[in-house]
């Protein structure tokens, strides 16, 4: 990056004023704490624990797509970081601020620009709300594809951002693979638009920045397929004697080409955690989306396939439970915690847990899943769940350590952490499936790239980025 200006931050503030209005413009205590951060708690960062609640210098929030350009023109004229920041929900620390930053608030990039019903499609602004894009699209047949946990309270630019998955994973892919076309502001101020189609000739500049969590560019509008409703939606409950067995069925679904809507498998373990996999609860919940043919003969093949791997169907009411409650926790984080700033929500939470989402080969999850066993045992860490989202290569675990303390001091935790994402690499897959990699994983970045694959990356950002000033640091670029 470039070496920054001796701006005073109120001469920086009657700037941003000038270029916005005083209104969206601000250096107050509450707002400097409130976007000092995202929902990666100082417990879960490590290391980089004192890094979670650097403030901004200043948070402004822009109305439209010229705003942001001249914002990031200026701040490339006087080598200041921008920071964006979405919903603020990202577990990884993609929005926390470095010294000396703006926070460019993008909720305010909330307009829905136009439904396509014909074409399938959609464009809306960066900073709009999942959850209101779904219920605008409801009234004209079509649904969103992306369908996270976070939905009631995540924007469409964080989740494209961070190439998000959804409980809707297993048809529809991640939120990245619904996207059809972006508008970009460069870290010089220039706008790109990519044609909104779902193939275009050469490459597709739309994949730079999906994923690349505002290192690359700042997001401000998106088309997106939407999906036309299904017909019939059938949602089913199996419980299984421990994690093989259900796993099993999910990749003989996948081997025969049977792609259910949702797959979630976990084996949880609820008022302990419990070290053997016999005292787990294991579960597997299935939607099959289309049309009626379609989801009668998927239901009928993926009933017998649970069946034959040792399945025993569950009551109806079961998964409807699981399906009508899937938005629950993100409703709570909304209610208790997303208002205020980290310091209040470090200490707000009294427990200490990590979840960990790593993509391999399906023919290495099993023998993954003993290995994590094997180290979490011999370490005496304590396991939560074992668990599969929307593919049998995405797997994912949730661990604790209650002798972590406020500032995330646990050895213990942080070097497991880092073997089990490390074997992961090592059996040739990624170390993060669903929520990026923002501050906690970038210490492992070359290790999952390489280092040919971080300079490609690095030369692409100083491209795009020539002041370096869109999120320094970040992805470890």
Known sequence: MAEPLQLMPSTLVVDLQRLLAPERVSNSPEDLERFAGDALAAYRAFGR????????????????????????????????PIIPHGGGTGVMGGAVPVDGSIVLNLRSLDVIHQIDREGHRVTVGAGAILEDLENALIPQG????????????????????????????????????????LEVVLGSGDVIQTPSVPKIAGPDLDNIFIGAEGAMGI???????????????????????????????????????????????????????????????????????GFKEEVAAQVDRGRKICLASGGEELPFEEADTFWRERHDSAERYKREIQDVGPSARRRRRAWRLDYLHVAIPASKVLEYYAFCRGLLIDRGIPVREWSLWGRPEYFSLMISDPSADDQGDSALMSQAVDDILTAAQDLGGSMEYCHGVGLKLTHLMQRDRGEAGMQALRNVKKALDPMGILHPGNLGI
């Open 142 to 181: 079509l649904l969103l594809g992306h369908d996270p946990w976070s939905r009631p309270i995540a924007t469409v630019g964080g989740a494209i951002s961070t190439n998000g998955m959804g409980y809707l994973a297993g048809k529809y892919g991640s939120m990245g693979q619904q996207v059809q076309g």
């Open 219 to 289: 997001i401000t509008k998106a088309t997106l397929e939407a999906f036309p409703q299904p017909e019939v939606r059938s949602i089913h409950a199996f419980r299984f004697a421990s994690f093989a067995p259900g796993f099993t069925a999910v990749q003989e679904m996948y081997a025969i080409g049977l792609r259910p809507a949702m797959v979630d498998f976990a084996e949880e373990y609820p008022r302990e955690p419990l070290k053997q996999p016999e005292e787990g609860i294991t579960t597997l919940y299935l939607s099959f989306d």
């Open 49 to 80: 624990a004192k890094r979670v609640e650097v403030p901004p210098i200043v948070v402004a929030t822009p109305k439209d797509t010229n705003e942001v350009s001249a914002l990031a023109a200026y701040a490339s004229k006087h080598g200041i």
